[in-house]
C-alpha cells in the first residue's frame, strides 16, 4: 500500500512488493530528505579544498557521503517512524506509513534500523579518524530528534543540528582537523534547515494541533514570513562568512564563492515570495526545491576549490 503523499515514484513501480514497505520505511519513494542531508556534505568537502587544497581523497569522500546519506537518511527515518508509529496513525497524511498500517512490525523495523546502521558504519569506518568520531557522536542526535517535538517548539533546531553534522565530518574527512570556516557552515546549515522543515511543517499544522505535537510552524503562526526571512538572511551569511573565512586565493575562486552565495540567496528570495501556509501542495514543492538551492551552493563551492 503506497503512502498517501508520495503515490506513483519509483519504489511502487520498479521494487520488488516484499521490500516496498521497507523502502519506504527508509522514505527511498522521497529522495528530498537525503539530498538535505547529502548537501551539507558536499558543502564541507567544498570549503574544505577552499581552506586547504583539492585531494585525491575528497572524490571518496563525495562518494562515501553519497550512499552514507542515503542509508543513515533511511535509518534516521525508521528510528523516526519507531518512535512516532502511534502519532502517525493520528495523522491523516502519515497513517499510511508501514508501522502505522501495519505492512511492518515494529521488531521487523529495528532489525531494518540495524542493517542500515550497519552500512553507514562501514563507510564510516574508511575516512580518517576524527570523521570516524564525529560519525558516532551523530547519533546522540538521531536519537533525540524524535523526541524534541514532545517537548519544545523548536524540534527544527534539532532536526538541524543533526542533518548539517556531515558539514563539519565531510570538513575533517578531508584533512583531519576543524577550522572555523567549518563552524560557521554548520551554523548557516542548521539556519537554512529552520528555513525549509518550517515550511514543510507548515503542512500538517492542524493536525499537529490536535494531537500536541509542537513545531515552529505552530509556534510562529502568521508571523512565519518574517521568520523565514530572518532563518533565510542567517543562513546567506553565515554561508558567506564560512566561505570568506575559509579564505578563497585568486579572482576565479572569490568569484565562483561569489556565485554560490548569491545563488543560494536568490533561490530562497524565490521560495519566500511564494510561501502560502494555505497551499499544502505549494509548500512541498517548496520544501523539495531546497535541492537545488543546495546545489547551487555546493557546485560553486567545489569550483572555488578546485581552481
Known sequence: MPVADSAGNWVDRWAPPAWRPYLRLSRADRPIGTWLLLLPCWWG????????????????????????????????????DITDRDFDGAVARTASRPLPSGQVTTLGALVWLGLQCAVGLALLLTLKTGAIWLGVASLALVGI???????????????????????????VAHGGTLHPAAILLYAAGICWTLFYDTIYAHQDTEDDALIGIKSTARLFGDDSPRWLAGFAAGAVMLLAAAASSAGPDGVLARLAVTVAVAGFALHLAWQLSRFDPRDSRGLLRLFRSNRDAGLVAALFLAVAGLV
Open 45 to 80: 568537502v567544498g570549503l574544505a579544498m577552499i581552506a586547504d587544497r583539492p585531494r585525491l581523497v575528497d572524490l571518496w569522500i563525495v562518494i562515501a557521503c553519497g550512499f552514507g546519506s542515503v542509508v543513515m537518511r533511511g535509518a534516521g527515518c525508521t528510528w523516526n
Open 145 to 171: 530528534y524524535p523526541f524534541a517535538k514532545r517537548f519544545t517548539w523548536w524540534p527544527q533546531v534539532f532536526l538541524g543540528l543533526a542533518f548539517n553534522w556531515g558539514a563539519l565530518l565531510a570538513f
